[in-house]
């Protein structure tokens, strides 16, 4: 809330600025804990004057009219207005010049700022104090006690913006830390508004408060032989709680080392703020902490740390008991508890969705080379750790809690690491699992909630996306890329809606028409996504249509390998020139499609009518490409993906097989002339280019291809 007021505070007064004229040379907003700052630079002294000429009406027309144009024109009387002549319309008509001179620009000030604050779009507000009764008074995040407003320029006494809010008059004067320096400060200008600051204890930019707790926290864990673990977040979240940042080093009980890390540092991030350290020989978690206290305290900091360390240790106490308390439980015992955690009201339970998850997991294994009797006991346990007492304290630790319990229960290691990883990725930094159990049980939980929120009519639209769908989506291709897959997804999708279907949650005989719509409509929103994710990484969109374009597109792992390829021949000379040729082709049957009727070119060309030795050269070059064509593309189903194989080549071979249309290409339309006299000859060339037309889209559709 603190970055966003900053950036509302600066984009409301600049804004509001800018409608009134008033150019600046800069701005600058900073917050912390108790004052929000804006700092504009370079304002004039007052607005420019203002000169502009209002057309009115004819001379003739009705008073009414005069009257109106008169008032809006701000004139007393028509005597004032000019009165011009249309040269086209030869009529007079009346003009009205106006001229305002510029306000001071504290004055704008004045008028501006009152508005700014009362209409400050805070996510949460309060009313407060006597004047609270009333609908109409101040709202703020928390109660406003001073408001410092000053202008003038660089050589003149700035000078105090005159307003007030809800009985609160700006001025001139501004007070340190609460508690270290509580007392007044007379302000001027920003030039000596954050010196004066700083030296009562308060740093007013949130990333030097930042870089301070940052660098003091490295350098009090190196001297203890330790090393910060860094977090960001929580390095944000923890500048914006103090002014005035102070590192301290606090400890707790090594016995408590035995409870995971990740719950350690869970339990000392959410509840005392602190961040963790661990120990720069082994890298192990250490049994101290650092936390940032808002105050040099007379005693080095002893009492706060003290109070922190009773804290962390109270919290520490409460996390143990959980872990062992949850550890007394097996997992599968846990499965029943599921049933009482809806999913989603139209979907089911948390326990329907393991049921479906655990046929689903084993689908996907058999087809990705993973054991399926492993991946259906992963699948079985994935979500058993939510039920624990230590995911109900710590959410974000679901599926990582599971791998312990699992381990710790002689679960095999491969269903520990799926019941971890099977939540990933969640992001495009998050690390994609590779373990093919993990990967089958993280398809399976992906796919399956994609598939249940489209029956449901429950798809993002626009900027909402509540259930993450796009994540999902963007998860299973990273999954299938990363790890170089060999998944139509069309099967998967199938079998994933048959599952929904067989436990009741959707009502079969409404969904059988739709079933194949859905599919249809999952694998465009693949395509969307693998878009994304492929322009991330540099690919062209249209490259992704063209082979998105072509019928039975389901192999993610394939698509890209064509993409890669298609791109690599366009970047040729040939690919340029073929793709003009195929264009010119298309241009001239589409052209001509418009006055036939619809399929007249899709007959097979009668070579007996090939007159010219150009057109027999394509004709003999197209049936050549065909085959070749067609073999490269058998060649890459059987081999991409498997090891020791070049994933790209039998690609790049029907890519050059399209390179070989070039010279054909060229002089077919150099030579031949399509719209002959003969209309016999004339519909078998145009036969010809749809015969072209189809070879080439075997490989890829080259008319998505933009430019």
Known sequence: MQAQAADDLKRLVTEALGERGLAFEGAASFATPRRLALHVAGLPVRQPDVREEKKGPRVDAPDAAVQGFLKSAGLASISEAKIEVDPKKKTEFYIAVVERKGQATIE?????????????????????????????????????????????????????????VDGIAAGNVTYGHRFMAPRAILVRRFDDYAPALEK????????????????????????????????????????????????????FDPAFLEIPPEVIRATIR??????????????????????????????????????????????????????????????????????????????????????????????????????????????????????????????ELQGLMGRYYALAQGERAEVAEAIEDHYKPQGPNDRVPNALVAVAVALADKIDILVGFWAIDEKPTGSKDPYALRRAALGVIALVLENRLRLPLLPILRSAFSHHVGQGALDRAALRVEEEEICAQLLAFFGDRL????????????????????????????????VEALGGFLDTEDGVNL?????????ILRAEEKKEAIGAF???????????????????????????????????????????????????????????????????????????????????????????????NEVADLSRIAG
Not at 136 to 164: N, Q
Not at 579 to 587: E, I, P
Not at 622 to 639: F, T, V
Request: hydrophobic residues 45%; charged residues 30%; glycine residues 6%.
């Open 531 to 562: 878009k994304i994710y492929l322009r991330e990484r540099g690919a062209r969109h249209d490259l992704i249509d063209a082979v998105f374009a072509l019928p039975g597109q389901d192999d993610l792992l394939l698509i890209v390998r064509r």
């Open 270 to 395: 959410a509840n005392q703020k602190c961040f963790v350290l661990s120990d720069a020989t082994t890298g192990r978690l250490a049994h101290k902490f650092a936390l940032v206290a808002n105050i040099d305290a007379s005693d080095g900091g002893a009492a706060i740390t003290a109070g922190n360390a009773r804290v962390v240790r109270a919290r520490l106490s409460d996390a143990k008991f959980f872990w062992e308390t949850d550890l007394k439980i097996k997992l599968e015992d846990r499965l029943i508890k599921l049933d009482s955690v809806v999913f989603h009201e139209k979907l089911g339970t948390q326990r329907a969705r393991v049921g479906r998850l655990v046929r689903l997991a084993e689908d996907i294994a058999g087809k990705i080379g993973a054991d399926p009797e492993v991946a259906r006991r992963a699948a079985l346990l994935a979500k058993a750790d939510l039920p624990s007492e230590m995911v109900g304290e710590f959410p």
């Open 200 to 251: 009562a204890k308060v740093v007013l930019d949130p990333a030097r408060r930042r870089n301070i707790i940052l660098h003091d926290a490295r350098d009090l864990a190196f001297a203890q032989g330790l090393e910060l673990i860094e977090d960001e977040a929580l390095l944000h979240e923890v500048a914006g709680l103090v002014e005035w940042p102070v590192v301290l080093i606090g400890e």
């Open 602 to 696: 899709e007959g097979a060309p009668d070579r007996s009518l090939l007159q010219e030795p150009e057109e027999v050269a394509l004709w003999d070059k197209i049936g050549s490409l065909a085959i070749e064509a067609r073999r490269h593309l058998r060649l890459a189903e059987e081999r991409v993906g498997r090891p020791g194989f070049d994933d790209q080549r039998p690609f790049e071979d029907a890519m050059a097989e399209l390179s070989s249309l070039r010279a054909p290409v060229d002089a077919f339309f150099e030579k031949v002339t399509v719209n002959a006299p003969d209309p016999e000859l004339r519909l078998n060339r145009l036969r010809l280019l749809a015969r072209l037309r189809r070879a080439v």
């Open 108 to 164: 704008v000030l004045a008028e501006l700022l009152p508005s700014v604050i009362r209409r400050f779009p805070w996510p949460k507000s309060m009313r407060w104090g006597a004047a609270s009764i009333r609908p109409d008074s101040l709202r703020w995040v928390r109660p406003l006690h001073s408001i410092l407003a000053t202008f003038g320029l660089e050589t003149e006494d700035p000078e105090v913006v005159p307003f007030s």
């Open 579 to 587: 793709l003009a040729g195929y264009r010119r082709a298309t241009n």
